[in-house]
């Protein structure tokens, strides 16, 4: 009988430490998802004033398209200070706004086929593209991390050892602004 | 199967496959040992005088206690095993020709980092090497013997026929072989059929020239006593397993990757979320035909598509899963494509073409 219970309680212990261990693993692959994401919008928002500076020259009478994507990296850069996973709505909001503004840009650049040929031009759009995407993939990346990590933390039994694990939902990076998903699709294509 | 599931899967096997290579080499040493120990004992119970006086060395002298040939063989599997655990990705690179690429330099290379940046963050892995191999058909693999750490190599014309999106579709697909640690098994099955052909090719120089010298009157011995049957059958088994083993490792290589590529096809699409760029490349590399010369037999399975045109790549059935190395182009096209309708369809944009 003492046996009988003393194997019970041994079993009960293993699954919660595997519990615990399971939600802090997930909890550091949210973290690091995040961390993915952050290390991008940095380039991007250092790639910024590169292409600004390229393409200003050139286009003197684009004045409003060219300020409201230095305003929109402004805020950005001041909002993806001092990210986490539970507040990353307003990081993703001012990061919409850019992504828009980016993308006027570069449908303007698109239409100026000089400008576009300079050397200089053509290598920024494919780092401005690139990184892009990988902003995109990285938060594609940190949604499902974290969808899973939310999901492990309301799953019974999971969810008696949340408290313990000091697991809080993590806030998933959407794409609120309407604006962004109707910006024009830029199409660049290497000329072959 | 779910990813963690085909990981665990993956990762045991790649465990098995080194066990069961060294327990094959300590079969054939101690086989071996067991058998000339077996043979000699025949030979000083039945011929106790003649055989002394004519062979100078004599039975007695033949006769071995310690089993040095099965412990010879026995570390040199494990040696094999460590050496190709350690090198092996290089092997494969080098036998293919690759040359790494460091610092990007023309457009193409620049936006081939990037596509393989993408890629990598979408999968969550850590960003491959990335190497290039000069030939004109467009081809990739992965290799990499450690969970993770993965080496990419592409064709020059790979780089040449495809666009970014269907680039991105291709190394999506290579990136899926990283996730599900295909990369380590398949890379150590490269490894290992490459050793045992080439201890095989070793194996029969060794075997022909002893045949010259004293091969004759080893096996005149032998059936000059018949012996016990036991001794005949493990003796048959034996030279069996030394004759086929570079066969076996060859099947078990075409075996090994004919689902894993559906598999990471599916993943690819996954992480681009592009089903159908992936397809329009497989499409491209598939019209390209010329067999991909850089790349040898031995590293056929770790590519996206089979390098030498085999016919039998394009059959479904048992025959093909004993001996194509990739399942038919045709058939991955189509499954691409249902999965790009579906996707389509599920957002409301569906228009049939």
Redesign the interface.
Known sequence: MMILFLIVVAAIVAWFISAYNGLVALRNQTWN?LK?IDV?LKRRHDLIPNLVQAVQGAMDFEKDTLSAVINARNTAVKAAAGMDPSHVAATAAAEAQLSGALGRLLAVVEAYPDLKATANV??LQ??L??TE??VG??R??YND?ATTYNTKQQQFPTNLVTGFAKATPAELWEIEDVAERAVPKVE???N? | MNLFEQQASNRRKSRWLLVGFVLFFAWLGFGGDYIAWELTRADTTAAPGTAVATSPSGPAGYRHTLPWFGIMLTLVAVGTVTYIRRTGASKVLWSTGARELDIARTDSERQLVNVVEEMAIAAGVPRPKIYIIDDADPNAFVTGTEPLKSHLAVTTGLIDMLDRDELQGVIGHEMGHVKNLDMQLMTLVAGLAGAIALMADGTGRLLRSGARVGGGRKLGGGSKKGGNPLILVILVVWLLSWLLAPLITRMLSMAISRKREYLADAMGAQFTRNPMSLASALEKIERAGAPTRAIKGGVAHLCIADPLERRVSEREGKLADLFATHPPMALRVSRLKAMAYRTMKAEGNFTPV
Request: hydrophobic share 30%; net charge positive; glycine share 4%.
């Open positions: 998802a993915q991008q053509g290598q494919e780092e593209t690139s995407n990988k993939f990285a594609q990346l991390t660049f294509r290497r072959a």
